[in-house]
């Protein structure tokens, strides 16, 4: 099954690059395997990342999540610590997320509106 989800920067500070989105991405990847989780599509605004990926039916989504937001938000502060400034307490990302299932759309659909977020229209 395809999932979209939505990470929010913890109260919608804009401190997503291209560089911290890439290292995101690195950690959703180490950690994927392990839930049987499979990347698809990847991008970000300067305050959240929208994630296409594919997991099984015996994946556990919200462990899977809280892992990574866990570890995301552990590396990420440790390795850019300049982002503390931005952010209050030890927060990264927002409590909440936002997960899609896909099953309405066709995923080259789904797949170009992950591409085309971040842009100017």
Not at 59 to 69: D, G, Q, R, V
Request: aromatic residues 14%; positive net charge; proline residues 3%.
């Amino acid at each position: 099954m395809y999932y979209h989800l939505v990470l929010v920067i913890k109260y919608r500070r804009k401190v997503v690059d291209d560089k911290i989105s890439n290292r995101l991405k690195e950690i959703f990847e180490y950690i994927a395997p392990s839930y049987n989780v499979a990347l698809q599509e990847w991008n970000h605004d300067k305050d959240h990342v929208h994630i296409l990926f594919k997991a099984q039916p015996n994946s556990e989504l919200s462990k899977f999540i809280n892992a990574y937001k866990s570890a995301s938000s552990r590396l990420i502060k440790k390795e850019y610590p300049i982002i503390r400034k931005s952010l209050w307490k030890e927060y990264f990302w927002s409590r909440s997320f936002c997960l899609l299932t896909t099953g309405g759309a066709p995923i080259e659909v789904v797949r170009r509106y992950i591409e085309s977020q971040g842009e100017k229209i």
